[in-house]
């Protein structure tokens, strides 16, 4: 393979997105509700209600997370401690979700839509090989969803550092188990839903088809954010923790590399398989 | 036995390879045969002209060649090699044209120009290459303008302008100038022309007649993915119309009994009388004896097939079954 191709493939399906204000807004306003919007208005809700017997009666619900995670919930009042659990627990998982959203929307549409549009006949009479093109375009999906999200999540950490922070003891987020989430776990199961969601994109007549078959791959993200808002995942060993990420790396990797096989000009040209 | 130092053995000399050699060929699409056995010879430094209708397989010959489409049957070869077995080394030898000018709509036009020049990992100033290309198809002024905006002239200019950044050796211009109106055909068609000064072999689909006239070293017709005919459009009339004609009309009419003096057949063929000659000295014959027999004469207008002419006679034999050139 030929890296120079596949960057330059990369690059010019990010240039064209940034040139999109049809994909940038909604971009900005689904991270601006996951990392802002949503977690801001719930613990200045708390705040502003206090130990009242709501929250306190949502404090006690925390003793159902595994003990380890329990015993990182930092906080000496129930409304310090339901809002470190919910910054933790709750909105950060579920933002994992966005990179998926994201990677998912752009990557429906990249292979599909170079026959959409007529261009496919371009590439795919292009010294390129397919295994560049699909790489190329894997890491053009990848990229906004996995930058957009640490960007929501710097945004993300001020805003939730800057509200509970003082009533825990100062800054806390990001936490060491958030950093495995997202350098660990997240990549490789963001890779591996992009490498099905291309594989899709590749195969159906349309965009819209290709966007309704790709919600299906949204699944393994739910499962990583469920097990996370729970507290298993990181109520497990090290070993285990690095274990099941390995798996998800695997995993990715022989997606990836069957994906790369599974691309063929004609799918570009959008011409019937005979 | 051969005295060898008499009589050195003569290695014949292989004809050259040609650019192009599709032998056999089919490809099929579900049901839809797209190419049916097709037969097919492109020379180095020609202008071939594929002609057909929609969905003859014009396209699809293109796709072949290149390799970027497979095919269920036959032998491909482009530049002597398997295309599918040396796509990449092949692909960077040919530029395509498609009939959408396969544009980046939100890209400005240097940037269509450069993601090419990338992928075709062109060597050297790639921006003067880019300038210098748009320069010649005279798209430089909108360089820096979305191709979004283009008009459909500006667009085929440029992705005529993108087709030779890489100075291929083979381009493929699939209905090139579809959708330009006249003046603009005409400069596309006139650049095209300037490609082959350069030593390039040029292969053109086309439905238009008229496009291909007198632009076309070989012509080839296909119909349901095979190839009809091929060769030069001299040849080609010179096999269906092998005895020159020309069409008289006088004053009164030619009268039938004058022209079976002169010995020569005729057919009426609406006002005119049609004549068929072994050659141009027996048109100044016959007018002469003609004219010495009193015929006032008001036209006489040598027979000029044109490839239109041809193709609907070619068309016309097929579907009446006639063997190649045998109606003429």
Redesign the interface.
């Known amino acids: 393979m ?1 890296g ?2 596949i960057l ?2 990369m690059r ?1 399906d990010l ?2 997105l940034l ?2 204000k049809d994909f940038l807004i909604p971009l900005a306003a689904l991270s601006a509700i996951f990392f802002v919007i949503l977690p801001m208005m719930l613990l200045l809700a708390i705040d502003a209600l206090g130990d009242v017997p709501t929250v306190q009666r949502i404090s006690e619900t925390l003793d159902v997370l595994p003990a380890k995670a329990q015993a990182a919930i930092q906080g000496s009042t129930p409304s310090a401690r339901t809002q470190y659990a919910l910054a933790v627990y709750l909105f950060a998982p579920l933002a994992v979700i966005v990179p998926l959203t994201i990677s998912t929307a752009i990557g429906a549409a990249t292979m599909v839509g170079e026959r959409e ?6 590439l ?6 397919t295994d560049e093109i699909y790489v190329g375009k894997l890491l053009a999906s990848f990229i906004p969803g996995y930058a957009a999200t640490f960007v929501g999540f710097g945004i993300y950490a001020v805003l939730v550092n800057s509200i509970v922070g003082p009533k825990v003891g100062g800054w806390f987020f990001p936490t060491n188990d958030w950093w495995v989430l997202m350098l660990w776990f997240v990549p490789p199961f963001l890779i591996f839903a992009m490498t099905l969601v291309l594989r899709l994109s590749a195969r159906v007549r349309s965009t819209i088809a290709a966007q309704q078959a790709s919600g299906l791959v949204t699944l393994p993200m739910i499962v990583l954010s469920y097990t996370q808002s729970t507290g298993t995942l990181f109520g497990a060993s090290a070993a285990s923790t690095f274990l099941i990420g390995l798996i998800a790396w695997i995993a990715a990797a022989i997606s990836l590399t069957s994906g790369m096989r599974a691309v063929r ?2 799918r ?2 959008g ?4 | 036995m051969t005295d060898l130092a008499v009589h050195p053995p003569t290695v014949p000399t292989p004809a050259p390879a040609p650019a192009v050699r599709l032998e056999g060929v089919d490809r099929a699409f579900g049901d839809i045969n797209a190419l049916d056995q097709l037969d097919l010879e492109i020379a180095y430094g020609q202008i071939t002209v594929l002609l057909g209708p929609n969905g003859a397989g014009k396209t699809t010959a293109i796709r072949l060649i290149t390799g970027a489409l497979p095919a269920d049957a036959g032998r491909c070869e482009t530049f002597g090699v398997d295309p599918l077995e040396h796509g990449e080394d092949v692909r960077r030898r040919c530029g395509v044209v498609a009939a959408k000018p396969s544009l980046y709509d939100r890209l400005t036009g240097l940037e269509n120009l450069r993601y090419a020049a990338r992928l075709y990992e062109i060597d050297g100033d790639q921006d003067a290459r880019m300038r210098e290309a748009a320069a010649r198809f005279g798209i430089d002024h909108a360089l820096e303008l979305e191709v979004g905006g283009y008009s459909t002239g500006m667009k085929t200019r440029l992705a005529l302008a993108r087709a030779i950044l890489h100075d291929p050796e083979l381009l493929l211009l699939d209905e090139p100038t579809s959708g330009l109106d006249p003046e603009s055909s005409h400069a596309v068609l006139s650049l095209i022309r300037e490609l082959t000064d350069d030593g390039r072999t040029v292969v053109m689909c086309t439905h238009l007649l008229a496009e291909a006239e007198g632009l076309a070293d070989q012509v080839v017709m296909l119909e349901d993915g095979s190839s009809l005919v091929a060769g030069s459009q001299q040849d080609l009339i010179a096999m269906y119309w092998p005895r020159p004609a020309v069409l008289l009309d006088a004053i009164d009419g030619v009268p039938a009994a004058t022209m079976e003096a002169t010995g020569i057949t005729a057919t009426r063929e609406g006002d005119f009388v049609r004549v068929e000659v072994d050659g141009a000295d027996d048109i100044a014959d016959l007018v002469t004896a003609l004219v010495g027999a009193g015929v006032r004469l008001t036209r006489v207008d040598p027979e000029n097939p044109s490839l239109e002419d041809l193709y609907f006679r070619i068309r016309r034999d097929r579907a009446a079954g006639v063997e190649f050139g045998a109606s003429s």
Do not use: D, W, Y
């Not at chain 1, 549009?117 to 371009?122: A, P, V, Y």
């Not at chain 1, 795919?124 to 090989?129: E, I, K, N």
């Open positions: 030929n120079h191709r330059t493939i010019t240039r064209q040139k999109s549009r007529g261009t496919g006949e371009f795919a009479h292009s010294p390129a090989r000009r004609s570009l040209l011409v019937a398989i005979s």
